[in-house]
């Protein structure tokens, strides 16, 4: 039971890494069964907990909306699409607010997420076509 079980880990976990994206948990089962036909979502939505809880992927949690995970583990800024619901990275420098809040008397800032949204440039292309 216990390889089964980490097989399984290992198989989500490289299908994250494979996709290189910020991906939903269908999206990790749609890779998954492609070689492995037998994993059940359930099976997917338990390992990328496990697999977020140890650190190797980072989970995203969107608000209203279903979580992200991403393979990226360095501390960074995502914007999403509020039309298509894409998430992207953005390669900005840390904000003065993160310096702010780190400055707070008491507080020891241990991480953040930050999530921004807006339109990305394809729907932005899209409405001005129609």
């Not at 216990?2 to 299908?15: D, I, P």
């Amino acid at each position: 039971m216990e390889r089964r079980y980490s097989q399984q880990k290992e198989l989500v976990l490289n299908a994250v890494l494979d996709l290189k994206g910020h991906v939903s948990a269908k999206q990790v089962h749609d890779e998954v069964i492609k070689t492995n036909p037998n994993v059940s979502l359930g099976t997917v939505y338990r390992n990328l907990s496990i697999l977020s809880d140890e650190g190797k992927i980072k989970k995203i949690e969107i608000p209203n909306g279903s979580d992200f995970f991403d393979f990226r583990l360095d501390d960074h800024y995502h914007i999403q699409c509020t039309k298509c619901k894409e998430l992207h990275d953005l390669e900005i420098e840390d904000l003065d607010l993160l310096k702010k809040v780190s400055n707070l008397e008491g507080f020891k800032v241990v991480g953040y997420d930050i999530l921004f949204k807006g339109i990305c440039p394809k729907c932005l292309a899209a409405a001005n076509h129609h």
